[in-house]
C-alpha cells in the first residue's frame, strides 16, 4: 500500500511539474494555458492549472490596453498533484487487481 502511495506520489510530481512547465512555456508565447481550467467573468478571465494562474482583464474602451497577472499558486499545485496521484494510485491499483486475476 505505501509502496503504491509512494509511486503514485512520484509520478504525480514529474506529471504536474511537466504540466506547469508547459503551461508557463505555452504562456509565454501565446499568452494562455492550453491545459487549464478558463472561468470567464465579464471583462475578464481566470485560468489556472497545475500550478499556475492568470488573470487576464480586457479593456472595453478604444485605446486602452487589458492586462495580464500571472503567478504560481501552491495550493493549485498541491490540489493537482493530489488529484493525478490518486488517479494514477487507482489505475496502479485497478492493474494490480487484473494482473492477479489474469494468473489465477
Known amino acids: 500500500m505505501k509502496k503504491r502511495l509512494r509511486i503514485s506520489l512520484g509520478i504525480s510530481f514529474?506529471?504536474?511539474c511537466l504540466g506547469c512547465l508547459y503551461n508557463y512555456l505555452t504562456f509565454l508565447d501565446r499568452h494562455y494555458f492550453p491545459l487549464a481550467y478558463h472561468n470567464w467573468g465579464g471583462e475578464c478571465m481566470m485560468e489556472a492549472g497545475f500550478g499556475m494562474?492568470?488573470?487576464h482583464?480586457?479593456?472595453m474602451e478604444e485605446g486602452a490596453s487589458g492586462t495580464i497577472k500571472l503567478r504560481f499558486s501552491i495550493l493549485n499545485f498541491l490540489f493537482c498533484l493530489v488529484v493525478v496521484a490518486l488517479i494514477v494510485w487507482l489505475l496502479i491499483t485497478l492493474f494490480q487487481f487484473?494482473?492477479?486475476k489474469v494468473k489465477k
Open 14 to 16: 514529474v506529471i504536474c
Open 98 to 100: 487484473i494482473r492477479k
Open 53 to 55: 494562474w492568470a488573470f
Open 57 to 59: 482583464t480586457y479593456a
